[in-house]
């Protein structure tokens, strides 16, 4: 790869930089040359970025194949798997942008010029805490980013009527499934955590990422967590990522973790009683999936229990591209 240029990446000369990028990889040596490729068009326009990708200890060799791609990352390499959200932190610490931070999964390949789109939308309001680019899938088509805030109807009406004919009915869906909703400026409780541009001044309000979630809803809770301080997020169409998504639907072990993860995050902002309520519909609706021989949902029901531990323990086995696996 082309060193970058004065207008490109890697800009920073010592200097707090205007722009970050932070990405978390764990095993993606198959993926993580051309996200690095894309970078430098992505960033054009901006006077001073910088790169951070922290590696969670990946045993296929990802950060000495950073090293040599790009020697303008600030590359961090972690002990041990700390998951996205403990990842993150450390890319925090590494320093942030005094305009913007810019968090990319490692197969989520942003489009040149994008990150512009994404600092102008949020300087140009000073309530808006999340920038949500377009999400696409490998072919260029929509992909459904928006979400809504978990609740127990929402729980009710996906374990009743599924996912996808839930989202039909706002009370009853958190996703949001209708593509004329995708459109300028529109805004969710939160966005799929594949790409999320954050101002300066909304990360030193809400601080560092909650670890408690070591994979899954650490996005939810960090944008309800800015929701809470009055920032909003808004969508933009006018700046794209590429990214095909994870296995989470196919893997026991990962559906496990999304969950429990889930049930953690309700049981965070609600009470015990609605809390308790919330855990009977997901054991029932994991349960019943699992009876009919589904080897993820049996993995789900298991662990919402706690027969099977807590999954945050099997963290050896989390072996995936995207770290947020959507």
Not at 91 to 96: D, E, I, K, S, W
Request: proline content about 6%.
């Amino acid at each position: 790869m082309p060193a970058p240029t004065s207008n490109e990446v890697g800009t920073d000369n010592g200097s707090e930089p205007h722009v970050v990028v932070i990405a978390v990889t764990y095993n993606a040596a198959d993926i993580i040359e051309e996200f690095l490729r894309a970078l430098p068009d992505a960033l054009r326009g901006i006077d001073s970025t910088a790169v951070t990708i922290v590696d969670n200890a990946s045993s296929d060799g990802t950060a000495d194949l950073v090293e040599t791609i790009a020697p303008w990352v600030r590359l961090v390499r972690s002990n041990e798997n700390l998951g996205y959200a403990g990842g993150i932190n450390l890319g925090y610490a590494r320093g942030l942008g005094k305009r913007g931070t810019y968090i990319l999964n490692p197969d989520a390949v942003p489009a040149a010029d994008s990150v512009r789109v994404l600092l102008d939308v949020v300087e140009s309001d000073p309530m808006v805490g999340v920038a949500a680019p377009m999400i696409q899938n490998a072919e260029g088509r929509l992909k459904f980013s928006l979400r809504r805030e978990p609740t127990l109807l929402r729980a009710v009406g996906e374990s009743v009527l599924g996912g996808h004919r839930a989202a039909r009915y706002a009370p009853l869906g958190d996703m949001i499934r209708d593509p004329s909703a995708y459109t300028e400026g529109a805004t969710a409780d939160w966005a799929t955590g594949a790409a999320m541009f954050l101002p300066r001044r909304a990360i030193d309000a809400v601080g560092p990422w909650d670890e408690q979630f070591f994979l899954y809803s650490e996005e939810t809770d960090y944008s309800l967590r800015m929701r809470d301080l009055g920032y909003r997020l808004y969508f933009t169409p006018r700046a794209t990522v590429r990214h095909p998504g994870g296995d989470m639907s196919r893997s026991p072990f990962l559906w496990s973790l999304v969950a429990t993860s889930r049930m953690r995050l309700y049981r965070k902002r609600h009470d015990p009683i609605r809390s308790t309520a919330y855990w009977m519909v997901q054991v029932l609706n994991e349960g019943v999936r699992a009876a009919l021989g589904r080897p993820t949902h049996r993995a789900a029901f298991r662990a919402l229990l706690g027969i099977g531990g807590d999954p945050r323990d099997r963290r050896h086995e989390a072996i995936l591209q995207s770290p947020t696996g959507v």
